[in-house]
């Protein structure tokens, strides 16, 4: 699986847009970019995944480049709760490992 | 999403006995299922795969007569740290997929298991 990296740590305001970023610029064409959170002392939770094209839920935005060698994770609207270290990962949709980068240690300040 | 559930949350044993801890998918049918390890302020280390049936797959460094992992059926996998250490003290997270052929889902994540071994 691609190697990838993330800043070690953000801080974003109550309310506003977190914008997480993440370089995988030796990702290939059959690799998905995966995000996972874990707040502490929890176990990580998924949050969104995509390939090429930029993806949309309820939790949060990703848009990837269109060369896919780096993507933002978009939280619109962040909240205290959304402190956490967020993992961007980069595999084969069915390989089957997850292999946990550092991370970003984003915190919400009030 | 789907539920993975891990018993118990946090344990404390002595030094030299077993601990065994278990990870349930609850509402769906778990193929693989993965055991991790974090130790504090680093990262999740995947320690072994396993495939519903099957022998597990550890990653290397990691013993497997330490680390005994059973996937018997496909909505359990238990993880059995034998005659534990203080070192072995650790965060550990189990997750799992439901992986059959063309369909694959995301990995959730249970909610981790503390051990403190004194």
């Known amino acids: 699986d691609a190697k990838t990296t993330q800043p070690p740590s953000m801080d974003c305001a109550e309310g506003r847009a977190a914008n997480l970023p993440c370089n995988h610029s030796?990702?290939?064409?059959?690799?998905?970019v995966y995000w996972y959170r874990q707040i502490h002392s929890q176990g990580p939770q998924y949050i969104i995944h995509?390939?090429?094209n930029n993806e949309t839920n309820e939790m949060a935005s990703l848009i990837i480049t269109e060369d896919r060698k780096s993507s933002t994770l978009i939280l619109p609207h962040a909240t205290l709760r959304d402190t956490a270290v967020y993992y961007c990962?980069?595999?084969?949709?069915?390989?089957?490992?997850?292999?946990f980068g550092e991370g970003t240690q984003l915190t919400v300040n009030p | 999403g789907a539920v993975v559930s891990q018993h118990p949350s946090w344990v404390i044993c002595k030094s030299g006995t077993s601990v065994k801890i278990e990870c349930r998918s609850l509402?769906?049918?778990?193929?693989?299922m993965f055991w991790y390890r974090q130790f504090p302020k680093q990262s999740l280390m995947l320690m072994a795969t396993?495939?519903?049936?099957?022998?597990?797959?550890?990653e290397q460094g990691v013993e497997k007569d330490k680390f005994l992992i059973n996937h018997a059926s496909l909505t359990l996998s238990t993880l059995t740290v034998t005659s534990a250490h203080p070192e072995d003290s650790s965060f550990y997270i189990c997750?799992?997929?439901?992986?059959?052929?063309?369909?694959?889902?995301?990995?959730?994540f249970g909610q981790g298991t503390r051990l403190t071994v004194v």
């Open positions: 030796t990702i290939s064409g059959n690799e998905y």
């Open positions: 509402d769906f049918q778990a193929t693989t």
């Open positions: 995509g390939l090429k």
């Open positions: 396993s495939n519903e049936g099957s022998k597990a797959t550890y």
């Open positions: 997750s799992a997929r439901d992986h059959q052929g063309w369909y694959d889902t995301e990995a959730f």
């Open positions: 990962i980069v595999r084969v949709a069915s390989g089957s490992r997850l292999t």
